[in-house]
T-cell receptor, first 112, second 112 residues
């Protein structure tokens, strides 16, 4: 099926640094979602974006819905150890309440 | 508010067997989706249920089937298990209003 290109695949950063990751698609999505998944657990919703150009923050997290509706990015400012995990972007297919296309994930490792 | 709960958390089956996984949706959510997440990959959409009917399906064979009950809980059934069915199976619920999906912690299936 349609793939979302998520990059980078992994990041090793020092505590306090900012983190940036992005997703691109050849298809248009009406909603972009960002999730974080810890080992052995299900994805946890971080931010939802509903409108092209929308910029939304959730604490130290900021995400944007690209103008073309084919991309999105997520920034994490001033990283802390608990930011460790795998971050997934996901696009919600039009006319669907539950069909998401996920990216392959960005693994974030934070070192003290 | 009760979140999405799944059972069992872990199970081991052998090739050719059948498995049933269960999901209780978050309170107030009437739409349930199921995802398969292989190790190191993003979740892949299996299907979605709304009002006890399947109303969206990903690229999975018919031996993957499901049910949704009047209380919006759901089951995923997989027949004739194959080794490649080993994965984390995630259930997600949504209210159908804003496109946000909330995931359970998953059921880890190992097929030997």
């Amino acid at each position: 099926g349609q793939q979302l290109n998520q990059s980078p695949q992994s990041m090793f950063i020092q505590e306090g640094e900012d983190v940036s990751m992005n997703c691109t698609s050849s298809s248009i999505f009406n909603t972009w979602l960002w999730y974080k998944q810890d080992p052995g657990e299900g994805p946890v919703l971080l931010i939802a974006l509903y409108k092209a150009g929308e910029l939304t923050s959730n604490g130290r997290l900021t995400a944007q819905f690209g103008i073309t509706r084919k991309d999105s990015f997520l920034n994490i400012s001033a990283s802390i150890p608990s930011d460790v995990g795998i971050y997934f972007c996901a696009g919600l297919y039009p006319d669907s309440w539950g069909k998401l296309q996920f990216g392959a994930g960005t693994q974030v490792v934070v070192t003290p | 508010e009760t979140g999405v709960t799944q059972s069992p958390t872990h199970l081991i089956k052998t090739r050719g067997q059948q498995v049933t996984l269960r999901c209780s949706s978050q309170s107030g959510h009437n739409t349930v989706s199921w995802y398969q997440q292989a190790l190191g990959q993003g979740p892949q959409f299996i299907f979605q249920y709304y009002r006890e009917e399947e109303n969206g399906r990903g690229n999975f064979p018919p031996r993957f089937s499901g049910l949704q009950f009047p209380n919006y809980s759901s089951e995923l059934n997989v027949n004739a298990l194959e080794l490649d069915d080993s994965a984390l199976y995630l259930c997600a619920s949504s209210s159908g209003m804003v496109g946000e999906l909330f995931f359970g912690e998953g059921s880890r299936l190992t097929v030997l």
